[in-house]
C-alpha cells in the first residue's frame, strides 16, 4: 500500500476490539494447499475457527457464507488488500442441526414402521393356513398370524 492510508483498515488503529479474521469461501485442495483467504473484521469475540460466517459479496442478495480459517491475524498496513469488510454474523446453525437430527429420527421410526408392517403383511399372506402347524415347530422364533376365518371354518 502506498500513499493514502488504508481507511477500511483504520478502525484497528483506534479500536482494540476489533478482531482481523481470514476466511475463505472455498475449501482447501484435497491436494492440502489452502483456499483463497478474504481479511474480514469483527467486534465477534466469539469466533473461532471453522464457524460459518455471513460476509457481504457481489452475489445474488449481496451476501454469501465463508469460513473462518484464521482469527486475531496480525496486520501488516503496509500490504493490506483495498477493502476489508465487516462480518454480517455468525450462522448458528443450532436450530437447522435439531431439525435434521430430528427428522432423520422420525424417518427412522416411519422406515422401521413400514418395515414391520410389510413383514406382517407378507407373513399373513404366505403363512396364514400354515401358522398353526408351523408354530409348534422350535426354529420359529416369531408370532404367526391366525388362520383366516375361512381356513378355519374349512377344518
Same mark, same amino acid.
Given at each position: 500500500?502506498?500513499?493514502?492510508?488504508?481507511?477500511?483498515?483504520?478502525?484497528? *488503529? +483506534?479500536?482494540?476490539?476489533?478482531?482481523?479474521? @481470514?476466511?475463505? +469461501?472455498?475449501?482447501? $485442495?484435497?491436494?492440502? $494447499?489452502?483456499?483463497?483467504? !478474504?481479511? /474480514?473484521?469483527?467486534?465477534?469475540?466469539? *469466533?473461532?475457527?471453522?464457524? *460459518?460466517?455471513?460476509?457481504? $459479496?457481489?452475489?445474488?442478495?449481496? /451476501?454469501?457464507?465463508?469460513?473462518? %480459517?484464521?482469527?486475531?491475524?496480525? *496486520?501488516? /498496513?503496509?500490504? @493490506?488488500?483495498?477493502?476489508?469488510?465487516?462480518?454480517?454474523?455468525?450462522?448458528?446453525?443450532?436450530? /437447522? !442441526?435439531?431439525?435434521?437430527?430430528?427428522?432423520?429420527?422420525?424417518?427412522?421410526?416411519?422406515?422401521? &414402521?413400514?418395515?414391520?408392517?410389510?413383514?406382517?403383511? =407378507?407373513?399373513?399372506?404366505? @403363512?396364514? &393356513? %400354515?401358522? %398353526?402347524? =408351523? $408354530?409348534? =415347530?422350535?426354529?420359529?422364533?416369531?408370532? @404367526?398370524?391366525?388362520?383366516?376365518?375361512?381356513?378355519?371354518?374349512?377344518?
Amino acid at each position: 500500500m502506498t500513499g493514502n492510508v488504508n481507511q477500511p483498515a483504520n478502525i484497528f *488503529l +483506534y479500536n482494540d476490539k476489533v478482531r482481523a479474521i @481470514l476466511c475463505n +469461501y472455498e475449501p482447501d $485442495s484435497p491436494t492440502g $494447499s489452502p483456499a483463497k483467504r !478474504d481479511w /474480514f473484521k469483527t467486534f465477534d469475540e466469539t *469466533l473461532k475457527v471453522g464457524d *460459518l460466517v455471513i460476509v457481504p $459479496s457481489h452475489t445474488r442478495h449481496g /451476501f454469501t457464507v465463508s469460513r473462518v %480459517a484464521a482469527v486475531d491475524v496480525e *496486520l501488516d /498496513f503496509e500490504n @493490506l488488500p483495498a477493502d476489508i469488510k465487516w462480518i454480517v454474523g455468525k450462522v448458528d446453525r443450532t436450530t /437447522f !442441526d435439531r431439525n435434521v437430527e430430528q427428522e432423520g429420527r422420525a424417518n427412522n421410526v416411519i422406515r422401521d &414402521a413400514e418395515k414391520a408392517k410389510r413383514r406382517k403383511e =407378507l407373513a399373513d399372506k404366505v @403363512l396364514g &393356513a %400354515a401358522g %398353526a402347524q =408351523l $408354530s409348534g =415347530l422350535d426354529i420359529v422364533t416369531v408370532a @404367526l398370524p391366525a388362520p383366516a376365518p375361512e381356513a378355519a371354518d374349512k377344518e
